[in-house]
């Protein structure tokens, strides 16, 4: 299963994997000695930092990664800003100076300058950090690929068989040897059955981030790529007992869900994804999700819809598979 | 324009959505009187609010809205944390102070204190409040729809007709009455033209949240439902004249770029959403967005795809149009 955690992983580069990394040494957290320390100098570590590149940041989310030198070393240093408390908004409104930006109307913008002790960055360094780190941590920028059915025939197909990717941990689950706790619905039939799981991602603590899986029982489907109208059953199927069987465990309805397959998936095994509506589960995003209830209205109005369609998917800068559609001059 | 407008905020309940608003008005900027005024009192406003509820926050995205009091009036008050700025950071390296929370073998994190006007919060102000402004920016939870060709007749399309949802605002962009000097590109044929310009909730600081709307001229067309194979020569213009404009202006490849309409859209006059490939903007996910060059395929091989298609979405629980669906008993 390591390759697709990988694969997975690679998904959501956050501060969260890494923050969760921290955390789970925090028991160490008294027992430092030597580099960057505890001693008052520490207080302005970054005074020395020397930034050498952004290697990724999100307006939205309000983080930055940069890679640069601290003495000679390398390091990653990580900012994110603090969530905003509810506890601190009365310190925040009234400890706090406004600069007028705009006005109109009952619409007014300001820009707030908060004491600093209210308005923290919380911190990561990462020191000295090695090619691997500063890797991890760099965007990678994805370019959107076109893929029409001539070229899955003559340019992904060949590339999933020659990588032979391995499916074996999902076998490892169909064949209850291993995750058999885990599971959350099977139905057992061979032709129109699967099994529904939690994702990884999920960590099953509270609903507003439902994330489950579908994987079903047949084993010669690779993908979207795979259906025709043969396939409306098992659809179907899916669609329907995934569906009452959330609702079942969960107790959440149906229109709370979107139900989704992945093009590319991460895997070549047919599975569905299943997440909670206004969830913005990575990759749930128009140009990689197609939804289940699409691709089966699509196939009853055209057995071959995804056979002959021209699909579009977007791949990231290191993906093998982006190397093969520039070679054959596809992008 | 303000229903519009309104609608537009309640889809994504975003900061960004209100300061189109704010900015769109920007013209009339200086004419206030009344009110939060621009005097120096103006930079002291907060303190006298009082909270009385958190309607909605995000620690992802570090925003916070809140419901409260500014002396007798109701009011809004919305708190976002700016990015963080890659220009801003060595005067935030060498200025701000840490504080060591924890430290084990390459890892370290810390609580950075930094200079108040290097770590801003943008704060929207709207006073006096009403009902409507309160309901919308309360977090609402979202259903998703499944809409037939035959609801959208009996259902949506006399929804629609009957709110009669101002676009008077669109009008005046497209006949240059306001907002002309933000057209990025125009091509002004009746039939096929279109005007690109940047979406309010893009600051055009950077590509990396890039975010264009491209408005058609003729002014018939309300959304999907309407549109059939006679649109193909306009929508194939506004994907590929759009794309070359981003391109021309921003220098931002083709393959970089999500091109998509929505469905049900903010305002029914036919927009195209042209965004940052690896930006999540809000709205880009499956159940809402439709790859224009999906929609160009689907019309292609159906003319009428999108007249007898199902199509699914999700409306917000205070949609006047989910409770027309819940009349009707489809929900």
Redesign the interface.
């Known amino acids: 299963m390591a390759d697709t955690a990988a694969k997975r992983e690679t998904d959501s580069v956050g501060t969260d994997e890494?923050?969760q990394?921290?955390k789970r040494?925090?028991a160490?957290?008294e027992n430092?000695d030597g580099?960057?320390?505890?001693d008052p100098e520490?207080?302005?570590?970054?005074?020395e930092?020397k930034?050498s590149t952004?290697l990724s940041?999100?307006?939205?989310?309000?983080?930055?990664f940069?890679h640069g030198k601290l003495g000679d070393q390398e390091a990653v240093v990580i900012?994110e800003?603090?969530?905003?408390r509810?506890d601190d908004?009365?310190e925040?409104?009234?400890g706090?100076?406004?600069?007028?930006e705009?006005?109109?109307?009952?619409?007014?913008?300001?820009?707030?300058?908060?004491?600093?002790?209210l308005?923290?960055?919380?911190?990561?360094?990462?020191?000295?950090?090695t090619e691997k780190h500063i890797k991890k941590y760099q965007?990678q920028?994805?370019?959107?690929?076109?893929e029409t059915g001539e070229d899955y025939k003559s340019i992904t197909l060949p590339y999933i068989q020659k990588q032979s990717f391995s499916v074996q941990w999902v076998h490892n689950i169909l064949e209850k040897k291993a995750e058999a706790e885990r599971i959350v619905y099977e139905d057992p039939d061979p032709e129109v059955g699967f099994l529904l799981l939690p994702d990884f991602k999920w960590d099953q603590k509270q609903v507003d981030d439902l994330y489950l899986i579908a994987i079903v029982h047949q084993r010669d489907i690779r993908s979207l790529r795979d259906l025709t109208s043969e396939h409306l059953p098992l659809l179907q199927n899916i669609f329907q007992k995934g569906k009452e069987a959330v609702l079942q465990r969960y107790s959440l309805?149906?229109?709370?869900?979107?139900v989704?397959l992945h093009y590319q998936p991460s895997y070549y095994h047919l599975h569905v994804h299943f997440t909670k509506?206004?969830y913005?589960a990575p990759g749930?995003?128009?140009?990689r999700?197609?939804?289940l209830?699409?691709v089966i209205?699509n196939l009853q109005?055209?057995p071959q819809y995804y056979k002959t369609?021209?699909l579009?998917f977007?791949l990231r800068a290191d993906d093998g598979l982006l190397g093969k559609f520039k070679e054959a001059g596809r992008?």
Request: charged residues 25%; glycine residues 4%.
């Open positions: 890494l923050s990394r921290v040494a925090k160490d957290n430092g580099g960057v320390g505890k520490s207080e302005h570590i970054l005074s930092f930034t952004v940041d999100s307006a939205r989310e309000k983080t930055i940069v900012l800003k603090t969530p905003i509810e908004l009365a925040l409104f009234t706090s100076r406004l600069k007028l705009m006005r109109n109307d009952i619409y007014s913008t300001y820009r707030l300058l908060a004491p600093p002790q308005n923290e960055i919380k911190t990561t360094v990462v020191c000295p950090a965007r920028e994805s370019s959107l690929v076109e309805a149906a229109s709370k869900l979107r989704y509506l206004g913005e749930c995003g128009v140009e999700a197609h939804l209830a699409d209205q109005s055209d369609r021209t579009y977007p992008l």
